[in-house]
Structures are given as structure tokens and as C-alpha cells.
């Protein structure tokens, strides 16, 4: 199947397109969530007079918003796009269930601090590391949203986070193609660092 493919279409065609078909359903989950969410938040307050009477209609409404919903959406794409490429380069190492543990595990370790910097920001810790974080892939796409959701963050701050998101992503895409082309070509050996090391050079 591999080598068909191969013959089929270029690297660079290979792995964009696994990154965006696989994006394309998990954008198609969270819009299956958002837009509820969006019809609830602009019939809110019709809703709560509907459910609590006249009482209703001078409750105050805050969490979600129509601004964090759109940051969701902003980081989910941009984070996804960054580890969906770092892990379609490392999976074309891969030939057999096996092998996948060996190279997955440092790039789950790594989303895993990501998600702890999230997790500390939203339990009201963290202070200058986290705001650090924000700023800094791959953990910038956990530790600048879960920021918005808890407090005001400058406008500056989430666009110059976006903006390094962006120029990581177009780099690490760039060798993404190159390693791609290298693992794609050993397909059916075992794999290792030294190999990962190795395509990783001769893209650089």
C-alpha cells in the first residue's frame, strides 16, 4: 500500500494531507459543539426568562463567550496542526504497532506538560513560568487559552503567541516534509533515534 501511494502522490501531498483530512473531522466535533453553544449564548437571556420567570432576565452571565469560543477554535487549529505534523514525521518510521510506543512516547510526555501548564493556570497558580508558556510551543496552545478563560489577557499577548505559533508551525512543517521522505523510504524497517536523528539532519 505505501509503495502505491508513494508512486501516487509527492511526501509533501502524503502528509499534508493526513494532517488536514484528520483535522477536518476533529474541526467537525468541536463545530458539533460550538453551535449549540452559540445559540444558547445569543438566546440566553429569552431562555433564562423562559426556565426562571421575570427572576431570570436580571441574572448575571458569565464563562463562556463568544470570544472564547473563537480563541478555542484559533488554538485547537493551530495546536493541532503543530502536533499533527510532529507526529505524521514520526509515524512514517513506523511499519508495526510495536514500534509506534517506542517514538510516541517523548511527544506524549511533552503534550502532557502542556496540559499541566493549562491545568495550573486554571487552578489559579503558575505567575511568570505560565505566562512564559503561553508564549512558547508546544505549550503555548494550553497555557494562552486556559489564561483567556481565567483572566484579562492584552490583546498584544494572544497575537504575538498566535504569530509564533504560525512561524513554528510553517517551520516544523518544512522538515515534517523532508523527515517524511526519509521515514517513508525505510518503510518496513524497525526504527530508532539514530534513524529519526538522521533523516532529521539531512532535512535540516
Not at 15 to 26: F, S, T
Amino acid at each position: 500500500v505505501m509503495e502505491l501511494m508513494i508512486s501516487a502522490a509527492s511526501p509533501r501531498q502524503l502528509l499534508l494531507g493526513k494532517v488536514v483530512g484528520i483535522g477536518g473531522a476533529g474541526l467537525t466535533q468541536y463545530l458539533a459543539i460550538a453551535l449549540p453553544a452559540v445559540i444558547v449564548l445569543a438566546f440566553q437571556d429569552p431562555i433564562a426568562r423562559v426556565i426562571l420567570g421575570d427572576a431570570g432576565a436580571g441574572l448575571p452571565t458569565g464563562g463562556l463567550t463568544f470570544g472564547l469560543l473563537a480563541a478555542y477554535g484559533l488554538f485547537f487549529l493551530l495546536g493541532f496542526g503543530l502536533f499533527a505534523l510532529i507526529y505524521a514525521a514520526v509515524g512514517s518510521f513506523v511499519s508495526r504497532p510495536d514500534d509506534l510506543q517506542t517514538l510516541s512516547l517523548p511527544l506524549s510526555l511533552i503534550a502532557m506538560a502542556g496540559y499541566l501548564s493549562a491545568l495550573i493556570v486554571l487552578l489559579g497558580g503558575g505567575g511568570a513560568l505560565t505566562r512564559l508558556a503561553s508564549f512558547v510551543p508546544p505549550f503555548s496552545p494550553f497555557a494562552m487559552l486556559a489564561r483567556l478563560m481565567v483572566s484579562s489577557v492584552p490583546p498584544w499577548e494572544v497575537i504575538v503567541s498566535v504569530l509564533i505559533l504560525l512561524g513554528t508551525i510553517a517551520l516544523v512543517a518544512f522538515v515534517a516534509v523532508r523527515i517524511y521522505a526519509t521515514g517513508v523510504l525505510l518503510y518496513g524497517q524497525r526504527p530508532g533515534v539514530r534513524a529519526f536523528i538522521a533523516a532529521a539532519r539531512r532535512a535540516g
